[in-house]
């Protein structure tokens, strides 16, 4: 399997609700992202990973919980989200300092 | 706040026509400069990356760079129904970050 992938791909959950989302690169990179994508807004920079550190936070409530277990491999641990937080969430990784590739998304609907 | 600027659109050319698509950026240390392409549902997809001042061809995509006027653009030539997206403008600023664009939603008409 190449390039970033991410699971689920589309997922619905209750705020009460703990889930997680998973993302895996095969690229190589060290480097590795979430982003929040919502309806009519930009892409919006959630955390960032570099050899398994976090170097970016990016005021992200904490209700989502990011963990990073190696360079290949990114979660985001979700727990009581609001409806708000629907949206799509993307994974990107990169190998040097700015081109980032992403993953599929998940599609994310908090009722 | 650095910031990337973008019209939202939507920017409606006929097929066959050049699609010239604009991005500008706050911060004038911004030393690279990319554009994604997003079709509705999906994730957004690098095209080109640009660095230097000028212009950069790759197939029917020209990216073009003009540092003094905080300036990138992406023309894409013979424009194609299947060309019809949402298209991202990303600045790296620092670090490993890039600030994009809310993006131009391009629509092609046969």
């Known amino acids: 399997e190449t390039g970033v992938t991410q699971t689920p791909r589309h997922l619905v959950m209750g705020m009460t609700n703990k889930k997680s989302l998973k993302c895996e690169q095969h690229l190589g990179h060290n480097a590795m992202y979430w982003y929040k994508q919502s309806a009519k807004k930009p892409l919006e920079l959630m955390f960032v990973?570099?050899?398994?550190?976090?170097?970016e936070n990016n005021s992200v409530p904490s209700r989502f919980s990011p963990e990073c277990p190696n360079s290949s491999h990114l979660f985001l641990h979700l727990h009581t989200l609001q409806p708000e937080d629907s949206a799509l969430y993307l994974c990107?990784?990169?190998?040097?300092?700015?081109?980032?590739?992403f993953g599929p998304g998940t599609r994310l609907t908090v009722l | 706040q650095k910031e990337v600027e973008q019209n939202s659109g939507p920017l409606s050319v006929p097929e066959g026509a050049i699609a010239s698509l604009n991005c500008t950026y706050s911060d004038r240390g911004s030393q690279s400069f990319f554009w994604y392409r997003q079709y509705s549902g999906k994730s957004p997809e690098l095209i080109m990356f640009?660095?230097?001042?000028g212009d950069k061809e790759d197939g029917r995509f020209t990216a073009q760079l003009n540092k003094a006027s905080q300036y990138v653009s992406l023309l894409i030539r013979d424009s194609q129904p299947s060309d019809s997206a949402t298209y991202l403008c990303a600045v790296h600023n620092a670090g490993n970050m890039l600030t994009f664009g809310g993006g131009t939603r391009l629509m092609v008409k046969p």
């Open positions: 640009i660095y230097s001042n």
């Open positions: 990973y570099n050899f398994k550190e976090q170097t």
């Open positions: 990107a990784s990169s190998g040097g300092i700015d081109t980032q590739y």
